[in-house]
């Protein structure tokens, strides 16, 4: 088990730069967007993974409501922590993408507010982490990724309503996507979800040895002769 | 309703082993104890010894780190808080209502008819029940007696009382503790943490001293300072 | 039978704690007043831009104040750690969820009643569209504030900066909501398009976030 880490974070870095690879040289040059649309193969998987940790996050806030297994909560703050970093990186690169091919940095579309209103949701749920002082803290955050989960059909609904009710640029525009793309984005999606696991899992063992640093001191506080106020 | 006759011999609450940390701070630090009904026992110790966080695990407001409380034969506290009458330092009360506004509406929560049974309890802990005034405007002895009358409005068998003597005349105090005492002896079993343990020198059944989250010693007489 | 009663004398209890001291809703409605005021130099409001942006403008203003009154609720029942006499009756959490819900509802529903007048004088509006359809828009509109406001607040109460942390957790959250007012509001105003599909929404929400409240609020109550 200890071995493993080494080994999947040389593996990950590995696939990484493949899929680097691929995404910059072995992938075709698009038409009219030209080399511009190359950041599409690191926003997509971005998103999908961002979406994937936060599914995650939710299934872990619910298990720990039930059974209050303090693991659960540790997986829900790491997935919470690591969906936003994803997300950030999508909406960076989102702007990136427009501004030379849509000629503008951000768009009310409703793919890019509802990821914006997702992010908010998921920085006041750290927010929330950081400010609590009780020992119930994963309970109330707990209940928060309840209440973010549950409002992101709404968000996405009623934005989508929103804006077809008005007029924008026109996204995407459907057309087939050749096959070499698409292999060279699921290798992508492959190599972030590698990424992003990696992150996962050594944040995971970070927050746990904290924990255990933390009841160790309880423990030592227990033990010490306390000193008299 | 409690079974007073086997209540009698078994304990009234048994506490084994309890810790409850405030982060690396350990309030309570290993306490295990049994308590007998009908008697009152008076918690002392300096600030910081955990009487307060004991006293609030037992009314079930805090949740315990780690071990557990059985209290009238069960250690879910939420199942037999009818049972159990809390007064905390602060009082509980709401400033803007007077006294009997007050006891009204706490009655309503415990479902209890309340028009008489709130005179009743006012005039027992020695207010007078008609006052129309806010308790913003009461003395700080009178609220300590309706904090007190709120606590012992449902009719509890256990009491668990928090300073209940602070910021109040002797005089008071002196009615206070007369007061508990003679519900001990109606069958009521009761926790005074107090700093004013000469207060209860004579009425208290039992001393308990606590110190740094941990029951150091009981004892039926309030010993000097120095024999600790 | 016993929800209903305890809710009942809760919500009485609050109303006349609110009747004495007036905190919340003197607060409340100087601090929208102030927003109809600083908005209204922020442009020049003639007849039509006005009923473009008026929707926007009443419940953002009526959002920063209901969280005004939300944050009383709670701080009233810190101040001698009233609640947590509550916390050891007997009295189910959900009756004090309730309570607290209408409570609040009542009071941003007063500020509604006296402060749209003042929107109407200020800004010149006149509803173009069918203006009975403002009532439900403004009932599902405060009911999803506040349902959310109320269990926010309660849960800020266990943190840090707790006033600060109220408008963090809520708004994010309200953002469909809030979407559903203004554009249901808006199309009232210029009766230009349907607001049903908004309505709908408002009431969904209402609905899937009132459920979750009653279903959370005891853990939330209990978290110490």
Known sequence: ?229 | MTDQSSAAAAPIIIITDLVKQFGRFAALRGVSAEFAPRRMYAILGDNGAGKTTLLRVLAGLSRPTRGSVSMLGTTDLRAICRHVGYMAHPSLLYDELSGTENLRYFARLYEIEGRQRCASVISAVGVDPLLPRPIAQYSQGMRQKISLARAILHDPQVLLLDEPFSNVDVHSARDIGARLAQMRDAGKTIFVVTHQSSLLESLADEFVWMQAGQIVTRTPHLLPVEAR | MSLAGITGATLAKDLRLEWRSKDAINAMLFFALLVVVVFSFSFDPNAEESRQIAGGLIWVAFLFASVVALNQTWARELRNQALDAYRVSPAPANALFLAKTVGNFIFVGVLEVLMTPLFIVFYKLRALGPAWQLIPVAILGTWALVVNGTFFAAMSIRTRSREIMLPLLLFPISIPAILAMVNATTAILTGELSSRFWIVLLATYDVVFTIACLLLFEMVLHAE
């Open chain 1, 1 to 229: 088990m200890k071995r493993a880490f080494p080994i999947f974070a040389i593996l990950t870095a590995l696939l990484l730069s493949y899929a680097l690879y691929a995404a910059l040289v072995m992938a075709p040059t698009e038409k009219t967007m030209g080399d511009v649309q190359r950041i599409f193969y690191y926003h997509v998987p971005s998103a999908w993974t961002a979406f994937l940790l936060f599914l995650i996050n939710f299934v872990a806030s619910v298990v720990y409501l039930i059974r209050r297994h303090p693991l659960a909560d540790i997986v829900a703050a790491v997935t919470a922590e690591v969906g936003v970093v994803f997300c950030t990186v999508v909406l960076v690169t989102g702007p990136l993408w427009a501004r030379p091919v849509w000629g503008i940095w951000w768009t009310w579309d409703v793919r890019l507010t509802s990821t914006l209103v997702l992010w908010l949701i998921y920085v006041s749920y750290l927010m929330l982490r950081r400010f609590s002082s009780s020992s119930q803290t994963p309970v109330l955050a707990a209940a928060l990724a309840v209440f973010g989960a549950l409002d992101v059909p709404l968000v996405y609904f009623s934005i989508w309503i929103f804006r077809t009710q008005h007029p924008q640029p026109v996204i995407g525009g459907g057309g087939s996507i050749d096959p070499r793309m698409l292999h060279i984005l699921l290798l992508n999606w492959l190599a972030f979800l590698c990424f992003a696991g990696l992150i996962c899992w050594s944040r995971y063992r970070l927050e746990r040895l904290r924990r255990e640093v933390e009841e160790t001191q309880a423990l030592e506080a227990l033990l010490e002769p306390r000193r008299v106020l």
